[in-house]
């Protein structure tokens, strides 16, 4: 049922429009004809119904006066569109579903109610429906881009990878400007095939993900995966490098495969050069190899535990839970089972709560996504990199 305020802001839009109207109309008609002129009455009428509150039979109203009166259009796509916003979509398609009863509409005017019609079915969730009215409007002049827009967004939602590619390329046709999303879509594809075992369709699919830089990236990953899944090792860790050096951030999802993917080979020495060689090069990511290795109780490098125990010793906030000088000076045996019972209570800490955020929105998650959910924007979302030690000041 509609409410009173979405009625009387319903009145608002009716008065303004029919204030709006009137007004041009009397001043065309006075340079013509000085006779007086005459409000329409059913205006006058819905009018007082909205300030009165009654609410059903303003609506009625509203909704006859638009099969008899073309100056009314505006108002009732205005009607329309705040019964939508106000989550009243059951009202919003009755509206929409008269005007497109109307045989007097023009082309423009015919594809305006059908496209707020599918923004109803879409808000409503009835994804089929909207599907429909938005691929009918794909050949619009004035809303085709913005119906194969709305499209996506169905494809998208559905997770119909396929139909998302297609509608993308249209869009590239109508806009001459190449979309970044085509390659994850091709990713996401990818993905699905591999985790149903299927990774030659999944290579197959990687093919499209080289059409961006980002693509390119994700497919780097789940390629390596592959190499990993069929004991590819040596081409397996030439990827996962390549991930770490275009994008450290991602450590805590490249660190624990790229080490497996050593040690499996028999390649333990080598390791633990890669890892002092991304230390040397870049000093701050041992602070990030630390938090990752402690994520994932990852510690049997040396130069793991060398970050590990740099971290505990050089945080401003665990100082202040022990004396850094006599950590640093007992034996080796006590001191790493103080580390060993660090590591554990910052382990609870990090998977106390999300470990993710999107750079764009601010969206938190438990696990790498690479389309945000909340925003809608892809391969936005990364590992915090941080313990959040506020918790425990709370």
């Known amino acids: 049922m509609p409410t009173e305020a979405t009625f009387f802001l319903a009145g608002l839009f009716v008065i303004a429009a029919a204030t709006g109207w009137l007004f041009a109309r009397h001043s065309i008609k006075k340079e013509s004809d000085p006779s007086p002129q005459t409000i329409n009455a059913d205006y006058l009428r819905g009018l007082n119904l909205v300030l009165n509150r009654q609410t059903e039979e ?18 009732h ?34 594809d305006q109610a059908q496209f707020s019609l599918a923004q109803d079915y879409l808000s409503a969730g009835f994804f089929d429906r909207a599907e429909k009215l938005f691929s009918q409007l794909g050949n619009s002049s004035s809303l085709g881009e913005a119906s194969i827009q709305s499209l996506v967004d169905i494809y998208e939602r559905e997770q119909e990878w396929g139909k998302a590619i297609e509608a993308h390329r249209e869009l590239e046709i109508l806009t001459g400007e190449k979309s970044t999303e085509i390659a994850h879509y091709y990713c996401e594809l990818a993905e699905n095939a591999r985790l149903d075992g299927d990774l030659a369709l999944a290579r197959q699919h990687l093919k499209g993900s080289v059409r961006s830089v980002s693509g390119a990236f994700r497919g780097a990953l789940i390629k390596a995966a592959i190499a990993q899944e069929e004991k590819s090792y040596l081409e397996a860790l030439g990827l996962y490098e390549q991930v770490l050096d ?22 333990e020495d080598e390791c633990e050069i890669y890892l002092q060689s991304l230390v040397d090069k870049n000093p701050s990511l ?19 535990k060398a970050c590990i125990e740099k971290f505990i010793m050089e945080d401003s906030v665990l100082a202040s839970f022990f004396d850094a000088e006599y950590f640093a000076n007992i034996p080796d045996k006590s001191r790493e089972k103080v580390i060993q019972g660090i590591t554990s209570g910052l382990r609870d800490l990090a998977y106390s709560s999300p470990r993710y955020r999107c750079n764009t929105c601010g969206y938190r998650s438990e696990k790498i996504l690479w389309h945000c959910p909340s925003c809608k924007s892809w391969e936005s979302i990364r590992p915090l990199q941080r313990f959040q030690f506020e918790k425990l000041m709370n």
């Open 246 to 267: 275009a994008d450290p951030r991602l450590m805590p999802e490249v660190l624990p495969k790229l080490f497996d993917c050593y040690h499996k080979d028999g390649r």
């Open 77 to 110: 796509f205005a009607l329309g569109h705040l019964f939508r916003r106000r989550g009243e979509v059951d009202r919003a398609i009755r509206v929409h579903k008269n005007l497109l009863a109307r045989s007097s509409l023009n082309e423009m005017q015919r």
């Open 58 to 75: 303003a609506l009625e109203l509203f909704v006859r006066m638009a099969k008899v009166d073309d100056d009314t259009l505006e108002t």
């Open 286 to 304: 041992s602070d990030v190899i630390a938090y990752t290795a402690i994520l994932v109780d990852l510690e049997r490098s040396q130069v793991i």
